[in-house]
């Protein structure tokens, strides 16, 4: 079993919907969370980063992390066709950590 | 900061060749990741230096493979004897002394 998991998707949703995006994982060292957007044949662009449980909010992005739950989310509200891309969450047990990743979920947002 | 960069971004070998890919880190980033992606996968680590020295490996950095980055500035990654499961995108990031990490354009290995 892999120490983070993520739905591959497709998700596909109308222009203005609210996405909601999850990743589970096992591994209870993990306190440092981000999630990345990457493009077809594009670097992962960094999106999100929160420590610890929490709430964090971004303008159109909301990261949400209960570690007690083993659960992370990232909701998107008023998506919009640019933000038609693979969102991948990884996660790291320290400042200088290695990230590991979910497989990530491609999202398509229709007009 | 100009991002961090990538080269070459594409690069195609036969097997049982050697390549060499390049790294250049955001500016002051003293912290610097290599990572393999393939498709439908997320990446994978492969190796992490802090300033000169290389502190991390993983199990994936066959023996085949390589990576210095000489005073502390950019990388490079070394893959000798290709296969064709070394196909892959090949992902550097960096990072200031915090767990935020910048990825580049990434280098797309395709090796026939």
């Known amino acids: 079993q892999k120490e983070v998991e993520q739905d591959p998707g497709p998700l596909s949703v109308p222009e203005g919907a609210i996405v909601s995006l999850n990743c589970t994982y096992s591994?209870?060292?993990?306190?440092?969370f981000m999630w990345y957007r990457q493009y077809s044949r594009k670097g992962p662009e960094l999106l999100m980063y929160t420590y610890s449980s929490g709430n964090k909010e971004d303008g159109r992005f909301t990261a949400q992390v209960d570690k007690s739950s083993k659960y992370i989310s990232l909701f998107i509200r008023d998506s919009q066709p640019s933000d038609s891309a693979t969102y991948l969450c990884a996660m790291s047990a320290g400042t200088a950590s290695k990230l590991t990743f979910g497989t990530g979920t491609r999202l398509q947002v229709t007009l | 900061d100009t991002g961090v960069s990538q080269n070459p971004r594409h690069k195609i070998t036969k097997r049982g060749q050697n390549v060499t890919f390049r790294c250049d880190p955001i500016?002051?980033?003293?912290?610097l990741y290599w990572y393999r992606q393939t498709l439908g996968q997320g990446p994978e680590f492969l190796t992490y230096f802090q300033n000169e020295a290389q502190l991390e490996k993983s199990r994936l950095l066959s023996d085949r493979f390589s990576a210095e980055r000489p005073k502390g500035s950019f990388s490079t990654l070394e893959i000798q004897r290709t296969e064709q499961g070394d196909s892959a995108m090949y992902l550097c990031a960096s990072s200031r002394d915090s767990y935020e990490q910048y990825f580049g354009p990434g280098t797309r290995l395709t090796v026939t």
């Open positions: 591994n209870s060292a993990f306190q440092y």
């Open positions: 500016s002051e980033h003293n912290r």
